[in-house]
Structure formats: structure tokens, C-alpha cells
């Protein structure tokens, strides 16, 4: 079972943006606790940070009680998602669509600006052409990454006709490292992580090839959420986008430019050929 973790951020920067988002709302009317999960995207401390004002604002704006939990492991969130166990998710949309005639999670907002998966090598490296990197070493941030692990591996077998070994480095962060540090020939990532760097990781690798275009990572509900609860958060997030405060929150996530989603937003990459490259996550 997935241990969870559940815990209160507190500061200057939190007391701010709370101080700055008191604007009149509508409450939802409810006594029903929530959990709103986040995919492991970045170290505890740091995501609690950044998702747990979010939660906040939720709350308020909505009315609802929402639980920011997460797990230790981005393989014990597939495991928990798969079992339907949290009621609203932060996730990678394959893992969504993968599980949505078992759990038919609704997504319900997305960032309008599209995921691209990116490969990485040392600006110093001597390799100019992905061919060259057949039989070499790919540092990934999970085996089911999409735009960073499924995505990148499947256009490497099939559009460069090439194989590289896999190395799993937990985070994104880490794979930008590993190849800097010449610890790995190349990464996989995506570019909105990439961008997130600290200039001096940044700057010394360069970006040697971009996958094509895919939706973003949504927010969404399970199906066992009452409607009134669903529409209330997607309203509210829509709406935070409108202020100052709210965008500096979603921006951190990143979600700067929220749009309205469905799964049908998702549906293209059932052609892609991705199941092959999943790995299910161990019990």
C-alpha cells in the first residue's frame, strides 16, 4: 500500500499570495473530505510547497475539503491510480487514459500550452546526430515518463531506428545532471523541466531532438465525485487564472494558462504506440 503524506506549508510567501487571493467567492456546500493527489514530480519538500497554496486556495474558493497527499514513488501513484484510490489527480495524462475504462477519471482542466518531450546531451558531447546514439546510455526519470521516457523511446526505435539502455534517475532534475556530469550519454525530458533548471545546468546541455506536440498534463476527478464538487474545482481553478496571485500559483505547478479538458483531448495517443514501452508498476 502506498504510503501517504500529508502536511501544512507555512511561510512568508504563503501568508502573501493568501493575503493577495481575498476576493469575494461562492462556497460549494459540503462536509465530504477530498483527496487531491500529485503525481511525485518533484522532492516532498519542494512539491508540498508549491501544491499545497493551490490546495488552499481550492478549499476556499470551493468550500470543499481537499487532502493534498502524495506517495514516496512515482510506481506506487501508477499503483494507486490504478486502483481508483485518490478522488482527484495531478497525473501524467497516459496514466489517465491507460486506466480509463477501469476507473474513468474525468479530467477537468489543463494547461493550454502543449507537452513536448525533449533529448538531451552534454553541450560538449561530440554527438550531432541521434543515430549516434545507438547503444548508449538514455537517463530517464521513470520508465513511464511520457513525454521524457514512453514518448521518446518509442520515436527512437521507430523513427531513428535505434535502441538505448535505460537508466532510471527518479527525477527530471536528475537526468539533466547526470548528463551534464557525463554520467549518461543522453536524457529524456520535457521542456517545460528543462526551462525549470538552474542556469548553470542549463546551459551546458543542449537540446538534440523534440518530440511532437502532446496535451498537457491534466487535473482530474474520479468518476465517483459528485458533479457539483467536479465543476466547482474546475471553476475555481479557471478562475484563479484570472488574478495575479492565482496565476503566480499555477504557474509553479506549471499550469499558467488553464484551459477547460475531457478526455477526448487524449485520445490521439492510443495511436501512438506507446503500450509498449509501459512498465506496470510492481505490487
Known amino acids: 500500500m502506498a504510503i501517504f503524506f500529508n502536511t501544512c506549508i507555512s511561510g512568508a510567501r504563503v501568508i502573501f499570495i493568501s493575503l493577495l487571493l481575498l476576493v469575494p467567492v461562492c462556497h460549494a456546500q459540503t462536509d465530504e473530505d477530498y483527496t487531491f493527489a500529485v503525481v511525485p514530480q518533484f522532492e516532498q519538500r519542494k512539491l508540498f510547497g508549491i501544491w499545497k497554496p493551490v490546495i488552499d486556495e481550492l478549499n476556499r474558493r470551493t468550500g470543499l475539503h481537499l487532502k493534498l497527499v502524495t506517495t ?14 485518490f478522488d482527484f489527480i495531478y497525473a501524467n495524462p497516459y496514466y489517465v487514459l491507460r486506466v480509463n475504462k477501469r476507473q474513468g477519471y474525468i ?20 554527438v550531432r546526430n541521434v543515430k549516434e546514439l545507438d547503444g548508449k546510455t538514455l537517463a530517464i526519470p521513470s520508465p513511464n515518463a511520457l513525454g521524457a521516457s514512453l514518448l521518446m523511446r518509442a520515436d527512437l526505435e521507430n523513427i531513428f531506428h535505434i535502441k538505448m539502455t535505460a537508466l532510471n534517475v527518479k527525477t527530471h532534475s536528475s537526468v539533466y545532471l547526470n ?13 517545460k523541466t528543462f526551462d525549470e533548471q538552474a542556469p548553470g545546468i542549463r546551459d551546458a546541455l543542449r537540446v538534440l531532438y523534440t518530440t511532437r506536440e502532446m496535451p498537457s498534463h491534466p487535473i482530474a476527478a474520479h468518476p465517483r465525485v459528485p458533479k457539483s464538487a467536479r465543476e466547482a474545482v474546475r471553476k475555481a481553478l479557471l478562475e484563479m487564472a484570472e488574478t495575479p496571485a492565482g496565476q503566480t500559483l499555477l504557474a509553479d505547478i506549471p499550469m499558467p494558462h488553464p484551459v477547460p479538458a475531457s478526455i477526448e483531448d487524449y485520445l490521439i495517443m492510443q495511436d501512438w504506440g506507446l503500450e509498449k514501452y509501459w512498465v506496470e508498476p510492481i505490487e
Open 72 to 85: 514516496l514513488t512515482v510506481s506506487q501513484f501508477e499503483r494507486e491510480i490504478s486502483k481508483g484510490s
Open 107 to 126: 479530467p477537468l482542466v489543463r494547461d493550454n500550452i502543449p507537452l513536448t518531450g525533449i533529448l538531451v546531451v552534454a553541450k560538449s558531447s561530440p
Open 179 to 191: 548528463v551534464a556530469t557525463g554520467t549518461a550519454d543522453a536524457g529524456g525530458g520535457v521542456q
